[in-house]
């Protein structure tokens, strides 16, 4: 078992930036990261909106530009993911699969869970060739796929994948959620086939690694053979290793300062990198604060 000042769970954006400011405060701290250190934001395939990059920035390049500052500035990474979270009346308990760390100060920087499609619209054999995330297809060329959803990611991820892929997008209503410039850029995508009023009704697996998709266009059934699916209908706070117990007294540990939630897992539809930014440096600081008073 080890002791640090701080734990903080996921090293997306929000992490990293809590992450960076408490090591140069000196205050011992660990960052716990399942999957890869950038979280969500290595989705991203254009960001125009963090400050300092004027010309927009791939996300992955600047998930690594953010790993960059917290392995250079020595923050102590653990690849792990975190599988519960107890406090104790004193402490927490941090347990991955190899390890149990006690912390006095946890911050919460897990961020979203993407919603599923439903039991009922996948065979089994399809389960595994389904996929939420764009970076977790590992930059596929000249194939063919689909993706569901009409917000933002959806067409972020249209735009990513069309650079070298043909892709279609449908989405079951006539309603369309994303930035009207993400709209602008697929409609004029020659690569990207928007489909309105087109709802999945089932996915099954055809092939090696293919799909078959069965769906109802405007009241017609179709079907679709894709190379790949990615879903994006929407994203979830992710709370989950946190014990129920636990979970009970957030907000009253959140209130004495012991607990903190950054980043997506709070923000609602406020979910962007500066504002995850922004919310763990300003963790930090009240921690720091918190320390330098000697009310921990
Ligand atoms: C397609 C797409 C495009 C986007 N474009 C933009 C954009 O242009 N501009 C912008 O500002 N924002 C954009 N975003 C949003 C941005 O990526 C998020 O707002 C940002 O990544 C949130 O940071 P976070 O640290 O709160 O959470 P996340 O980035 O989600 O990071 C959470 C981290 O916690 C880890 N984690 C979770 N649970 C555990 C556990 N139990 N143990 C260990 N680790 C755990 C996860 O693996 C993850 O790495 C985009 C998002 C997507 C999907």
Same mark, same amino acid.
């Given at each position: ?133 764009? %970076?977790?297809?590992?930059?596929? #060329?000249? +194939?063919? @796929? /689909? ?5 933002? =990611? &959806? ?109 997506? %897992?709070?923000?609602?539809?406020? #979910?962007? +990198?500066? @504002? /995850? ?5 300003? =963790? &930090? ?12």
């Amino acid at each position: 078992m080890i002791y640090r000042t701080v734990g903080i769970i996921g090293a997306g954006p929000s992490g990293i930036a809590a992450g960076v400011q408490l090591t140069r405060y000196g205050i011992a701290t660990v960052v716990f990261e399942e999957k890869a250190v950038g979280g969500l934001l290595r989705n991203a395939n254009w960001v125009e909106n963090y400050p300092g990059f004027p010309n927009g920035i791939k996300g992955i390049e600047l998930a690594y530009r953010m790993e960059e500052q917290l392995r250079g500035i020595g923050v102590e990474l653990l690849a792990q993911g975190v599988r519960r979270v107890e406090w104790d009346g004193k402490l927490f308990r941090v347990f991955t699969s190899e390890l149990e760390v006690m912390c006095e100060v946890l911050i919460v920087a897990c961020g979203t869970r993407p919603r599923q499609l439903s039991e009922r619209q996948v065979h089994p054999s399809a389960r595994r060739r389904i996929f939420y995330e764009v %970076v977790d297809l590992n930059q596929p #060329r000249h +194939t063919k @796929i /689909a993706i569901i959803g009409a917000g933002d =990611a &959806a067409f972020d991820y249209a735009l990513n994948l069309a650079a070298e892929n043909q892709v279609e997008i449908f989405n079951r209503t006539d309603i369309r959620r994303c930035l009207p410039l993400l709209w602008e850029r697929a409609k004029n995508n020659p690569a990207i086939r928007y489909m309105p009023q087109t709802e999945v009704l089932w996915v099954e697996a055809e092939g090696e690694k293919g799909l078959r998709l069965t769906l109802s266009r405007r009241g017609d059934i179709e079907t679709r053979s894709v190379d790949a699916l990615l879903v994006a209908i929407g994203r979830e706070p992710r709370l989950d290793c946190l014990d129920p117990a636990l979970c009970r007294q957030l907000e009253a540990l959140e209130t004495s300062g012991r607990c903190y939630r950054i980043g997506d %897992v709070k923000n609602g539809i406020f #979910r962007q +990198t500066a @504002i /995850a930014v922004g919310d763990g440096l300003r =963790a &930090a600081m009240q921690i720091y604060h918190t320390v330098m008073e000697g009310c921990l």
